[in-house]
């Protein structure tokens, strides 16, 4: 069985798609760039008519403007701390990173960060984007106004890393303190465009609210042994629901009941895919997969995993008006509907991000 990766991050969009090909994604009009394919599949949000299912949406009805789509149309910058808005008065030019490199490392506590831990040993250019604490607070602070304090009740860290400009902007990971607690981690360089930001903030708290300590009990074994297979396909064989990799999910989880919903015809298909040991060979046959069943993915990333899959469809869940139609893409952004607890948070997220705008 092949390990699933503990890390779950999302790019800067309107790259690519999983095929390598330069295509034109834009997210909520945005222009693409013309940045050159990473080798990793990368998410877009608005989705080709060739290569993504187009979502049958409602028009949204919006007499005030007062509605998520016309909100996150109407970003143009980062909201600073208070609600002000502009460009951090720290000025950076671009630099070409070849690896990852964590620049800073903060303590969550509550709606705030503290304690900034400085990474040593990096050059001077990346010293200028570790300096920028206004530029990071931002950031935090932008997600912190988004999402709603009781649901990141089990973030403790917040990291500001970098690995080169329009490559990966974000992920989530269990700490390394705890099982059952989580870190963000936010690139810099890429957190600059607010839609794009946006969209991967989401993202990437729809893994928080489907993989959180709630949903999926972590696996002790696991964590306590990181870089033993043997352990991790015991804990995998033994789980008898969805198996993320972190732990064995609740019944009644959210993931659980996802992927119980939408992956059982799909799942031996996609596993055997999964365990392509070459990394051309494994990102082809993904691209074969979604082109395959492109009518059930919001898009080209949410294939990667069941996992990925919820946290995309979320994100359309949550950025887009409801849709009505009835492709299995529809149908995966329509699950979270069934939930009134998560039609509630939507509407509490939207107001909070609508607030941010009219700040």
């Known amino acids: ?159 500001v890393f970098t690995d080169g400009k329009e490559n990966l902007l974000a992920s989530v990971s269990q700490s390394e303190n705890s099982p059952a607690e989580w870190v963000l981690s936010v690139d810099i360089m890429d957190a600059t465009n607010p839609k794009d930001l946006t969209f991967t903030l989401v993202h990437e708290y729809g893994h928080l609210l489907t993989l959180n300590p709630s949903q999926v009990v972590p696996s002790q074994r696991i964590f306590d042994n990181p870089n033993s297979d043997k352990i991790y396909n015991q804990e995998a064989d033994a789980c008898r629901t969805y198996f993320s990799g972190e732990g064995c999910s609740n019944p009644d989880s959210y993931i659980n009941k996802f992927f119980a919903r939408f992956w059982p015809d799909i799942y031996s298909e996609w596993s055997k895919i999964d365990n392509i040991e070459n990394e051309d060979d494994y990102y082809a046959a993904l691209d074969r997969f979604y082109k395959k069943y492109r009518d059930q993915f919001v898009t080209d990333y949410a294939p990667t995993s069941p996992a990925e899959d919820i946290a995309e469809s979320f994100s359309f869940f949550t950025l887009r008006p409801k849709p009505t139609g009835e492709t299995i893409a529809d149908q995966k952004v329509l699950f979270f509907y069934d939930f009134p607890e998560l039609v509630q948070l939507r509407a509490q997220m939207g107001h909070r991000l609508c607030g941010q705008v009219k700040n």
């Open 1 to 159: 069985m092949k390990r699933l990766a503990p890390i779950f991050l999302v790019t800067i969009l309107g790259l690519a798609s999983l095929s390598c090909m330069a295509v034109n994604r834009t997210l909520f009009g945005e222009p693409p760039t013309s940045t050159p394919v990473p080798p990793t599949p990368l998410p877009t949000f608005s989705p080709t008519p060739t290569l993504a299912p187009t979502l049958t949406a409602t028009p949204d009805s919006c007499p005030n403007g007062d509605c998520i789509t016309a909100c996150v149309d109407q970003m143009h910058s980062l909201p600073q701390s208070g609600g002000t808005g502009g460009e951090s008065k720290t000025m950076h030019r671009a630099i070409t990173v070849n690896k990852e490199y964590t620049l800073v490392t903060y303590t969550v506590v509550g709606d705030h960060i503290k304690d900034p831990l400085d990474q040593r040993g990096l050059s001077q250019n990346l010293k200028d984007y570790q300096k920028d604490r206004q530029t990071q607070h931002r950031i935090w602070d932008f997600f912190a106004a988004i999402i709603p304090p009781e649901q990141r009740k089990f973030l403790r860290e917040f990291i």
